[in-house]
Structure formats: C-alpha cells, structure tokens
C-alpha cells in the first residue's frame, strides 16, 4: 500500500498561473482533505470530500476548487495563482465521515508562486 | 480565542528528559483528540489518540480534563528520535471528520 500519494512534489508557478495538485489514496477511504501549512499558521483546512461525489469549504477556501473524481482521486486546483498561495499543501484521507477517525496524510506539495 | 492552542515551545531537553506539552480548546462539543508528530519537512503522523480516562502508549503517556478543556502529553526517557514538532489535534464542527490543527511545539532533544 502506497497510502496517499501527492504530485508534484515541489512546484514554482507565476503570479495568475495555474496548476492542479493531484492526490490518490488507496486505503478504499471515504473522506479526503486538503490543507495548507504556512509558518506560524498551523494546518488550515482548504476542502473537503466527506464521501464520493461531495465537496464541501473548509477554513480558507477562497482562490481553490477541488474535484473528487473517484473514490481514490481528490484534486486541487488553483486558477490564478497568487504569491499569498505560497504554502505546503498536504492531502489526508480518513475511513469514515467521523471526527473520531484520524486522518492520513500525503508527504505534501511544496508550492512557491513568484 | 484560539480554537487549539499549544505552548510555544522550542523545547530544548536532554537526553532522558521528561518533558509535558500542555493544549487548551476552545469548542466544548468537541469529541476527539489527538496528538500527531510532524518532523522536520514531512507530514503529520498520528502519535496517538487521546481518550477521557487518559492512555500511554509505551514511554507516551496522554490525558484529557474535558473540565478544563485541557489536553496534555508527557513524554518520559527522551529519545534523539523524539526530536519533531507535536501537534495537538481536537475535532471540529460538524460530524464531517473535520480535525482543528494546534501550531505544534518544536521538540528538540540533544545528546
């Protein structure tokens, strides 16, 4: 098992550019998550998918759109990237749509927008 | 206010050391804790959960005073390894699966 898988690992992209994270798990998991971690800032919620064919805003939607494609695929796309989008971005996934499930983690994205 | 809020840290110990991190939350309904291990470039890992009546999990030992809003983890006989920022994790709003990240404390453990 792979677990959660991101691409790319790194990324630079200009001001008003954009991109697509990619991420798969392959834990057969319910819910996927996407968030962004800025120095001083903690992990901050972007999306989220509580199951197949749901999204739903999380705590700093605002500049992203998200696709749940299948039950394995959770995308994030930025569709002009802005310098305030310089971040790592991590994808997670949990079995269930349950606070008591932990959530797994991708070994993230670590984008620069100039 | 905060919804997690962690002690600053960095956290500077020597080896053997016993070192306590201290977590406050502000959403009373919250159900579920946990501490996660980040290190240094990496993602978050589940250290462990945290559950009323308290837990350890080898030299790790996690308590939770729902009272107080009060999570802690005490860390016994530090490890080199256990060198790494903890994460204090509490459950959001909703039944969505939703986790409110702490900052983390910075651990670091020297010879």
């Known amino acids: 098992n792979a677990g959660v898988t991101q691409t790319p690992k790194f990324q630079v992209l200009k001001t008003g550019q954009s991109m697509t994270l990619q991420c798969a798990q392959d834990m057969n998991h319910n819910s996927m998550y996407w968030y962004r971690q800025d120095p001083g800032m903690g992990l901050r919620l972007i999306y989220y998918s509580a199951s197949e064919g749901t999204t739903d805003k999380g705590e700093v939607p605002n500049g992203y759109n998200v696709s749940r494609l299948n039950k394995r695929e959770f995308s994030l796309r930025l569709e002009s990237a802005a310098p305030s989008q310089t971040s790592v971005y991590f994808c997670?996934?949990?079995?269930?749509?349950?606070?008591?499930?932990?959530?797994?983690f991708g070994p993230g994205t670590r984008l620069t927008v100039l | 206010r905060k919804e997690v809020e962690q002690d600053p840290g960095p956290f500077n110990v020597p080896e053997g050391a016993t070192v306590a991190f201290n977590c406050t939350y502000s959403n009373s309904a919250s159900q579920s804790f946990f501490w996660y291990r980040q290190d240094c470039r990496k993602e978050p890992k589940l250290l462990m959960s945290?559950?009323?009546s308290g837990n350890e999990d080898g030299r790790f030992t996690a308590q939770l005073n729902r009272a107080s809003q009060y999570i802690s983890l005490l860390i016994r006989d530090s490890k080199l390894s256990d060198s790494a920022t903890y994460l204090c994790?509490?459950?959001?709003?909703?039944?969505?699966?939703?986790?409110?990240f702490g900052k983390g404390t910075k651990l670091s453990v020297k010879p």
């Open positions: 945290v559950y009323s």
């Open positions: 994790v509490v459950s959001g709003w909703g039944s969505q699966g939703n986790l409110i």
């Open positions: 997670a996934s949990s079995p269930r749509s349950s606070s008591y499930n932990e959530q797994f």
